[in-house]
């Protein structure tokens, strides 16, 4: 055989393989996979209403509390989700028992858990529209699901 075909073919040879590891390389460290990979997390297209009326139409149960203190995290969708210990002082709707409840504050999903800040950390009188989720209580979605409620103000809906 020529040697400088021999050559040739080998130079060859090492650029094919150069070029296929420069690609490999690309794939992996971007996270491009050829083999679909499981996620576990979900992005939530949250509903917004328009209208307290439609909070309270569309929760599984709706109260009148003070979250107290923080007890713990629950898992939600593939997120953490902060849960509290709220006083009930009013339920409006539902099976929620009055006094200390365990309700988690639902996460934003696709991004920061909580970029506002978890909404039931305030420590103040507010109104919870809930939904049950796993065999515990959620706010309805992260936005919508608590609103202020200061003593002696009249309710934003109705409730008949």
């Not at 365990?102 to 991004?111: D, F, K, L, N």
Request: hydrophobic share 35%; proline share 5%.
């Amino acid at each position: 055989m020529d040697s400088r075909k021999s050559g040739h073919y080998g130079l060859s040879m090492w650029r094919l393989g150069a070029v296929s590891m420069v690609g490999v390389s690309t794939l992996l460290l971007s996270g491009c996979w050829l083999v679909p990979v499981a996620r576990t997390e979900v992005c939530a297209d949250w509903v917004r209403f328009d209208t307290m009326q439609q909070r309270y139409d569309h929760s599984g149960a709706v109260a009148v509390g003070t979250s107290v203190k923080r007890d713990g995290e629950v898992r939600i969708y593939g997120y953490q989700a902060n849960v509290h210990i709220v006083e009930v002082q009013q339920v409006l709707k539902g099976k929620l028992g009055q006094g200390s409840a365990r309700i988690a504050s639902m996460p934003v999903t696709c991004g920061e858990t909580y970029p506002d800040g978890d909404p039931l950390d305030n420590g103040d009188r507010q109104l919870f529209f809930l939904t049950e989720l796993n065999d515990g209580w959620f706010t309805m979605s992260p936005g919508q699901g608590s609103a202020p409620f200061p003593d002696g103000a009249a309710l934003p809906f109705g409730t008949g």
